[in-house]
């Protein structure tokens, strides 16, 4: 079964600072993409940062990077230097080969920057 | 261009009654696909529209839950009867291309909240 995991359902953090949030998943394939969605208190989903997994290097985007591990199984999100409007629920995805379009989600990590 | 629009956005309904959300994709879209996420637990996939075909339904969880895109534009999904467990927030995503390389994800619209009481 191809599953994802966020071990932190709520998280914190002052305004300026960094935040990591912690993604794990599972899938016996090796073609596959990864995505850190966000959703803010009553507003659309939106794609924050994707990955290839057939890339080494880290994706980086303004103030969001990750660190992917392959091996591990791993792909975290970093948020640097935190604005308020960075608040919402954040969820990590991912796409195999064989799965078509259809996204497997974890079950979201709840980040609130306070000021 | 306008976004993915979902509502209502919110509905309470009585277990046993009917509910219809509707989703407008962005224009042009050929994919559209339901979601939904079920008392703060992981959204999971219901069914996937190639225009007006049900490329994939394997997600719906029973055959309470009808889903149509007549024409290929709007859609809707008819949860009849409702019951107490259908309570979560229904998304709805649509694409311009099939992403089968994930190249750039979905675009969402902010979903349907539904209770059910």
């Known amino acids: 079964a191809q599953t994802v995991t966020q071990s932190q359902p709520e998280m914190s953090v002052q305004e300026a600072e960094t935040v990591t949030l912690s993604c794990t998943y599972d899938t016996s394939e090796s073609n596959y993409y990864l995505f850190w969605y966000k959703q803010p208190p009553s507003r659309q989903m939106i794609l924050v940062i994707r990955q290839e997994a057939y890339k080494q290097q880290n994706a980086t985007e303004n103030r969001f990077s990750v660190n992917f591990q392959k091996a591990a199984k791993s792909f975290s999100l970093k948020i640097s230097d935190s604005q308020l409007g960075d608040t919402a629920m954040y969820f990590c995805?991912?796409?195999?080969?064989?799965?078509?379009?259809?996204?497997?989600f974890g079950e979201g990590t709840q980040l609130t920057v306070n000021p | 261009e306008a976004g993915v629009t979902q509502f209502p956005s919110h509905s309470v309904i009585e277990k046993g009654q009917t509910v219809t959300l509707r989703c407008d994709p962005i224009?042009?879209?050929?994919?559209l696909y339901w979601y939904r996420r079920v008392m703060g637990k992981e959204i999971k996939f219901l069914l996937h529209f190639v225009k007006e075909s049900k490329q994939d339904e394997s997600g719906m969880p029973n055959n309470r839950f009808l889903a149509e895109r007549t024409g290929g534009t709007y859609s809707t999904l008819k949860v009849q009867p409702a019951e107490l467990e259908d309570s979560g927030v229904y998304f709805c995503?649509?694409?311009?291309?099939?992403?089968?390389?994930?190249?750039?994800?979905?675009?969402f619209g902010s979903g349907t909240r539904l209770t059910v009481v």
């Open positions: 995805a991912f796409m195999t080969g064989t799965s078509g379009s259809r996204l497997t």
């Open positions: 224009s042009g879209h050929d994919n």
């Open positions: 995503a649509s694409s311009s291309f099939l992403v089968q390389q994930g190249t750039y994800g979905y675009t």
